[in-house]
Each structure stands twice: as structure tokens, then as C-alpha cells.
């Protein structure tokens, strides 16, 4: 195993903010819960200076950076078009208040309240320097999302639906925000659930190919996806049986 490079980082983990970005989960438009982080990576070695004087005015002050992130929303009045907006205003705030030393940016928004029957959504940007946001490479991710489905090979498992949970992760092309509107991530897990309502599986193998596929052909800015799956009923012994399958966009085209 290769040595870690050397990496600084400062960060701010889940930010509280309230925030109208779009719809809810019940399609409505108004202010719900948004958890925020920002990483700061900075040129590698930049946090020995504050590491030898002590004080943090050699550093990134993540008070600054917290402020300078809740200023902006505030003005905003808390309302944007989508979540990636705001994730660009906050972008800005950070390469705005580290300058130099920021090789790039890391936005994490987290929306508990986002999808229905799922445990976690959450839009995450990296924007290189001298970059924006909407240039920047995007992973979504659906946490423990609830899927009722007729699975197995066992005949008490034919006879009714079991609980799988599902962990979906969406990588977008690089600069694929300029290509065209925003990818609707709720109406494709809405879609996933609805195909999936309607048919039944013997392998988990078949039932997490078909959800990465309709995932990679759900809009031209996917790249690759990624779908984890477990039967937390399949064993007595065991927390839970799983399959875990990638795929980029050409498998299926």
C-alpha cells in the first residue's frame, strides 16, 4: 500500500440552515431542513504555518467561513431555485475567504426530507480552483431508501413482498450543470419505485442491474451509477445479505 499524500483540509460538518431549494418530498415549495459541509483543501503543508505560530489568523477561520455562508443564504432569504445554487453561493463564500491557498471546494447538502421511504439525500459538488460550481463533478446519494418487492427463490419468499433497502449513488459527468436544466433525482427514484412495484425478482443480482440501469439511462448528465442493496430478512444470523453493482452509462447503450 502506497503512502497518503500529504493533505490540508478545514472544514465546517452540518451547518443548520433553513432554505426553500426547489420542492419537498410532498412537491411543495417552501423552506425545509438543509444540513451543509464545506471542505476547504488547501495547498498541501499551507496549515503548518498555523500549526507553528498557534494562532488561527494563519489559517482558514471556519468561524469566518461559517458566517460568510449564513450571511449569504440570509440575503438570499433562504430562497433558491434549486439545491445547486445554493451550493454555488456557498462555493463562492469559500473561495472567496481562503483565496490562494484553496486548491479546491467540497459542498455536501444533505436533505433529510427530500424523498419519501428514504433515510438520506444529499448533493455533493468538488469545484476545482479557478472553477464554479456548476462545473464542478456532482455525486448524488439516496441512503436506505424502502423498497416493498417480491424477491428470492424460497417459496415463503414468492409468497410476499419483503423490505430491501437501497443505496444509490449518482455520478455526474464533469461540467454536466451547463449542459442543460438540473437532473430531477426524486422523479427518477419515484420511477425506480414504481417499475419495481410492479415486477418481481428470484436474484438480487437482476433486481440491483435494473435499478442501475434505469439510473444510468435517466438522463444523458449520468455517468455512472452505482446501487447497493441489502435483504435485512434473508438471514437469521446475519444482519443483512447484499449485492453491490457499478455501471457507467455506455453498458446500456
Given amino acids: ?36 459541509s464545506i471542505y476547504l483543501h488547501l495547498t498541501p503543508t499551507f496549515l503548518d504555518a498555523s500549526a507553528r505560530t498557534d494562532n488561527v489568523g494563519d489559517s ?32 463562492e463564500a469559500a ?9 479546491a471546494i467540497r459542498v455536501v447538502v444533505q436533505l433529510p426530507k427530500q424523498i419519501l421511504l428514504a433515510d ?29 418487492v417480491l424477491i428470492g427463490v424460497n417459496p415463503p419468499e414468492r409468497l410476499a413482498k419483503q423490505r430491501v433497502l437501497a443505496n444509490i449513488t449518482f455520478f455526474e459527468r464533469a461540467g454536466a450543470g451547463h449542459t442543460g436544466s438540473a ?23 437482476k433486481f440491483v ?17 452505482t446501487v447497493r442493496c441489502q435483504k435485512p430478512s434473508a438471514l437469521s444470523f446475519a444482519q443483512s445479505s447484499g449485492v453491490e453493482i457499478t455501471r457507467r452509462r455506455e453498458a446500456f447503450i
Fill in 1 to 36: 500500500m502506497s503512502a497518503a499524500e500529504a493533505t490540508d483540509v478545514v472544514f465546517v460538518d452540518t451547518l443548520q440552515l433553513s432554505a426553500t431549494i426547489g420542492k419537498d418530498c410532498w412537491d411543495r415549495v417552501r423552506d425545509q431542513v438543509v444540513l451543509l
Fill in 60 to 91: 482558514v477561520h471556519y468561524g469566518h467561513l461559517t458566517k460568510a455562508i449564513s450571511s449569504r443564504v440570509t440575503k438570499r432569504k433562504g430562497s433558491y431555485t434549486d439545491v445547486h445554487a445554493l451550493i454555488e453561493d456557498a462555493t
Fill in 95 to 103: 473561495f472567496e475567504l481562503a483565496r490562494e491557498p484553496a486548491d
Fill in 120 to 148: 438520506g439525500f444529499s448533493v455533493e459538488v468538488t469545484t476545482p480552483k479557478g472553477g464554479i460550481a456548476r462545473d464542478g463533478r456532482t455525486v448524488v446519494r439516496v441512503k436506505d431508501l424502502v423498497l416493498p
Fill in 183 to 205: 437532473v430531477d433525482y426524486p422523479e427518477i427514484v419515484k420511477k425506480m419505485s414504481a417499475e419495481i412495484d410492479n415486477t418481481d425478482f428470484e436474484t438480487l443480482e
Fill in 209 to 225: 442491474l435494473e435499478i442501475v440501469r434505469t439510473g444510468c439511462l435517466a438522463s444523458e448528465a449520468i455517468e455512472a451509477v
